[in-house]
């Protein structure tokens, strides 16, 4: 069998070898929103357009791939990898990696990196024209009309089991996941299991090369097949034409087909686009604001919107039957100022700066009377009761089947507003001030001297004003105060005025709209913040569903009254932006007729509004500014991956709204958790900036919400870790910490040291200065007291020389014994006040020379042991010194008057843990010791025992001796003061 002709071939020159067709020309122009090359398209040849999974838009062109977010442009070329600028086919996978098909093979991108598949040797052009995904995740694509898979890095030739031949001309993958290919002259087969197995046949008359397969979106039973002839469906295994109905009707070759979210039919052909929508078909060409161009793909996008690309003409955004637009392509050439709009005579008046122009059908013509005149320089039109047309313009005109009438009186004001009043009358808004019309007489309402720039009637006899200033009253024909809740239009210029069953409106020229309640004698202003396009607004129009519409400088809006206020409606339609002009607004034959700068806008209030549709957000770009340089960071990392140094702390953090249908009217609302709870409120701006971040981990967070109020699915999020400097971080505060305890105890100490010290200083110069104190003491007491005692002793001796009887020489004696007994008890307080003496030694030295001196003249033998130099070094107070001295005197004199003891032995045990042992042993007759408890004597020195907080043992039995030992302690009170 002989091998077809190449059909890419084929297809490229049916492209570029587009058929001339005469077309009828349609007055409308429809809502089309062009992209090309002047707004940064790559070029201007697209052939085939897809969607990444951020809900960017890819356009294959003839100079690469280009990517749009509905602002910016970004381009894949040679120049960054591409093996080819020769893009023919644009697919996104299950994973979010982007296909290209190219006229050198495949590539794919995965938003860093290029990667270009080699295709096998066997496959002689290497065009791949398409490239879908079955269930499974494999790629397939046909290239030279050879189908291949995606194995590793390459391109694996596969085969349609069973097809002789099997030229595979479309491929296509159902909701159900498998893989559907046309066949040359065979029909469609689909793979399942593993196996191809014939889905549809072709009948021999039918075309045998399909271009697309399309499964029907609401019927899966359906499928439409695309053919360079033209399109059919295929339901039940048989198959149909859809368009042309007829094969002979077909004069232009169909290149591309998609069935959109309302399940209309595009065809693409080589002479712009066919829509069949609703029975009937629309074909979409220059003439009425499309291209004549060929049409080489139609997209729908996630969003619902219609795209198709084009040979020649970029691409194009279909923006629905919202509303047409009339401009000079269309018979308003040299009139498309549209001032002023009014019906007559079951047609559309439309005045201009060259005159009245009449629309009957989709026909423009002038309008004149008899004569062939017409007027000029048009302000305004309108309709009275009785049919007249009245035409403001350097003058007041009336016109009717007698023709043109100026109204005399007008000829020097330039009339800018009509009204007729319920009697009848016409009123006119000049620059000089209001006049009305009646009885073929032209009257000034005294006191209206002011520009008058619109007139409403209120009924009755009241007319209100609106001026440069605000608004006036007109009552009985004459002016008087206007309404005080009014005064808040003041200083506002009043382009136009609407009576409504919920109140009156007025356009302002830059404070919006206001609706004045007269039953709450409220007034209320409605503004930019409030969804109006601009605040200034030049006409008030409602169509009789009570819908107002709005004609402001940037385009149109809706208010409706629902539930108890008025609210702006969002624009789902994306209506243009374009400046309307004043008083130019007429409801009429089911539609909104704006007179713009830029033509005639009429609007569909009866069409659906499109579906709410939520943007897409993602974070573009980071930044940390450090050291006066901008560090890009990576968007997608975590925080692990973004840790970013102490003085990094300043970051400018970019996003963007994917929202198609107007990307510019998207807002946004972020956050950064760890530093903010609540999400901002909505703003256009698409970058935020935190100058100084304290160190810690954050999260920012963005949602982006469409001009309707529908908040992305979708968070972007973005987390990052600001490292705190090495003297925040844990360890160091620890440290310092630690460091400043230290300090404190150890400056606590170091003071506590130098009180210590300071006190023991003081301590020992008050030591010092009682040690001088007792030395004295001690000094002037011997020689006061002892010089006077044995000057007595004397005395007394020379006394008992001189007298010779008995009794007077024993009181004498008895005054010597006294007085050196005084004397010895005196050595005991002098030797205690002495500082010499504040030692254990010399305080045993002092108790063997009282044991000494007491049994000197006596039998008993008296003995002490254990006395040494080491006792010098403790150190005993003066209440010590006195206690301990007196308790062995006192026991020494006991031995001596009731012991009737041979031998006394004092002893001082070794100094041992601070404990000093001092005995005193007799070997004389002895006591019961339960006797100790009797005597005074005894009772004081166990009292005086107890002062130095020490004790007494006794140890006698009768006839056996007595062992008496004192045992204290060596402690800081022992010590001397």
């Known amino acids: 069998m002989k091998r077809p002709q190449l059909f890419l071939k084929f297809k490229l020159f049916a492209v570029l070898a587009v058929l001339f067709c005469a077309a009828p020309l349609f007055a409308q122009k429809y809502n089309f929103t062009h992209y090309d090359i002047e707004d940064g398209l790559i070029q201007s040849q697209a052939t085939m357009i897809g969607q990444d999974a951020q809900h960017r838009l890819w356009v294959g062109t003839y100079g690469g791939a280009c990517r749009f977010d509905g602002k910016d442009y970004f381009n894949l070329t040679k120049a960054t990898g591409l093996n080819s600028n020769l893009v023919y ?40 024209m398409q490239i879908v995904q079955d269930k499974e995740g494999n790629i397939w694509t046909v290239m030279d009309n050879h189908l291949l898979k995606i194995k590793g890095l390459k391109l694996q030739a596969e085969k349609v089991n069973g097809v002789e031949d099997g030229y595979v001309t479309s491929l296509t993958v159902h909701t159900d996941g498998n893989l559907y290919a046309a066949v040359y002259k065979k029909g469609v087969y689909v793979l399942t299991q593993g196996k191809w197995r014939p889905f549809i046949r072709l009948p021999d008359a039918m075309p045998p090369h399909i271009t697309k397969i399309a499964f ?65 078909t629309l074909h979409f060409i220059a003439a009425n604001g499309f291209t004549d161009n060929p049409v080489t793909d139609i997209y729908t996008d996630a969003g619902g919107n219609t795209w198709l690309a084009t040979m020649g003409s970029g691409i194009f955004k279909y923006g629905g039957d919202a509303f047409v637009t009339y401009d000079e392509t269309n018979g308003l050439k040299d009139n498309q100022v549209v001032m002023g709009l009014a019906r007559y005579q079951n047609r559309l008046i439309l005045g201009t700066e060259a005159g009245l122009v009449q629309l009957d059908g989709n026909k423009f013509s002038r309008l004149t009377d008899n004569n062939g005149r017409t007027v000029g320089r048009v302000q305004c039109l309108f309709t009275d009761s009785k049919g007249n047309l009245w035409v403001g313009a350097e003058a007041g005109w009336k016109y009717n089947a007698q023709g043109f009438k100026m109204i005399k009186g007008t000829e020097k004001h330039t009339v800018i507003a009509y009204a007729e009043d319920e009697h009848g009358t016409i009123w006119i808004a000049t620059p000089s001030g209001c006049f009305y019309y009646e009885n073929d007489s032209l009257k000034h309402v005294e006191g209206s001297n002011m520009f008058v720039t619109s007139i409403l009637s209120l009924g009755g006899d009241s007319i209100l004003l609106g001026t440069q200033e605000g608004v006036s009253l007109v009552v009985n024909k004459k002016h008087v105060p206007v309404y005080k809740e009014l005064s808040v239009l003041r200083h506002s210029s009043i382009f136009g005025m609407l009576k409504t069953r919920n109140g009156i409106l007025f356009a302002t020229d830059d404070r919006g709209v206001f609706v004045w309640n007269q039953l709450a004698h409220k007034v209320y202003n409605y503004t930019e913040r409030n969804g109006l396009r601009s605040n200034t607004v030049y006409s008030l129009v409602s169509d009789n569903k009570g819908m107002v519409w709005i004609g402001s400088g940037r385009g149109m809006n809706r208010m409706i009254f629902k539930g108890k206020s008025w609210q702006v409606l969002p624009d789902q339609n994306e209506y243009p932006v374009v400046e309307s002009n004043q008083n130019a607004a007429l409801y009429y034959n089911s539609r909104v007729y704006i007179g713009t700068a830029k033509g005639l806008s009429v609007y569909n209030p009866n069409v659906k509004q499109q579906t709410s549709v939520a943007p897409y957000v993602m974070i573009e770009d980071v930044r940390s500014f450090r050291d006066g340089k901008a560090h890009l960071l990576n968007p997608s990392g975590d925080s692990a991956d973004n840790r970013l140094p102490a003085d990094g ?159 007077q020489k024993q009181l004498v004696e008895q005054i010597r014994q006294n007085a050196a007994s005084l004397y010895n008890g005196t050595r005991d307080i002098l030797w205690a006040l002495d500082p010499k003496s504040d030692n254990l030694y010399e305080t045993l030295k002092h108790i063997e020379e009282i044991g000494v001196e007491l049994f000197r003249d006596t039998e008993i033998t008296f003995k002490h042991e254990g006395v040494s130099d080491e006792f010098k070094q ?57 006797e100790t408890s009797r005597g005074h004597g005894l009772k004081n020195v166990k009292t005086r025992a107890g002062r130095i907080g020490g004790g007494l043992n006794f140890v006698s039995s009768p006839d056996k001796g007595t062992e008496v030992t004192l045992k204290f302690n060596i402690t800081t009170k022992t010590q001397p003061a």
């Open 216 to 280: 029907d979106r609401k019927d899966s039973q359906t499928v439409y097949l695309l053919t360079f002839k033209g399109l059919y469906v295929s339901k039940k295994g048989i198959i149909t034409p859809v368009f042309p109905k007829q094969l002979g009707d077909n004069l232009f070759t169909c290149l591309s087909f998609k069935q959109d979210n309302e399940n209309n039919l595009w065809i693409g052909t080589s002479h712009g686009v066919y829509c069949i929508k609703g029975g009937r």
């Open 874 to 930: 403790v150190k005993l107070s003066m209440e010590y010194n006195r206690n301990i001295t007196m308790i062995f005197k006192e026991l020494l004199n006991n031995v001596l008057k009731h012991a009737d003891a041979d031998l006394v032995v004092l002893k001082v045990g070794k100094l041992e843990k601070n404990e000093v042992h001092i005995s005193l042993t007799d070997d004389g007759k002895g006591f019961e010791s339960k």
């Open 89 to 128: 086919a644009v697919f996104t996978d299950k994973q979010g990696r982007l296909w290209l098909g190219t006229h050198k093979g495949l590539s794919s991108y995965d938003g860093n990196k290029l990667i270009n598949f080699r295709a096998p040797d066997s496959v002689r052009n290497k065009w791949v």
């Open 649 to 807: 702390n300043h970051l400018s953090i970019s996003f963007a709204g994917i929202y198609l249908r107007d990307a510019r009217s998207v807002t946004y609302q972020y956050r950064l958790v760890g530093l903010e709870d609540k999400f901002s409120q909505p703003v256009k701006n698409n970058s935020v900036d935190y100058p100084s971040l304290p160190p810690g981990k954050y999260t920012f967070e963005v949602r982006a919400l469409s001009p309707d109020g529908a908040v992305s699915k979708n968070t972007a999020t973005f987390s990052f870790e600001i490292v705190p400097p090495f003297y925040k971080t844990t360890w160091f505060i620890v440290l310092s910490l630690w460091v400043i305890i230290g300090l404190v105890v150890g400056a606590q100490a170091l003071w506590h040291r130098q009180k210590i010290q300071k006190q023991k200083a003081i301590e020992a110069i008050k030591r010092e200065e009682k040690l001088k104190i007792r030395q004295q003491t001690a000094e002037d007491f011997h020689d006061d007291l002892g010089n006077k005692l044995t000057r007595i002793t004397v005395l007394s001796e020379m006394l008992n020389v001189k007298i010779e009887k008995p009794e």
